[in-house]
């Protein structure tokens, strides 16, 4: 093996190591709820009358922006 190879696989290694790491810190929204009041998706709206700014649970202010609940809070598979 050439030094020129050996130094691409190096690279190749840190790049994957990276990778690796930066997706291990990547914390996973949370799930859905799989109780009576989460039971079934009935849109953003009726997420956001609990967890609007008025709601009884309101969102974190860290939360992201946005109404579109399912692109990162997920249904477990036991449904």
């Not at 690279?11 to 929204?29: C, D, E, F, G, K």
């Not at 799989?34 to 609990?50: K, S, V, Y």
């Amino acid at each position: 093996m050439t030094r020129r190879q050996i130094l691409a696989l190096l690279a190749l290694a840190a790049l994957a190591a990276v990778v690796a790491v930066l997706a291990s810190r990547n914390p996973r929204p949370p799930y859905v709820p799989a109780d009576a009041d989460h039971a079934r998706w009935e849109g953003a709206a009726a997420c956001l009358a609990c967890h609007g700014p008025d709601g009884p649970l309101p969102r974190s202010p860290n939360h992201p922006l946005g109404d579109d609940c399912l692109r990162c809070h997920a249904w477990r598979e036991s449904r």
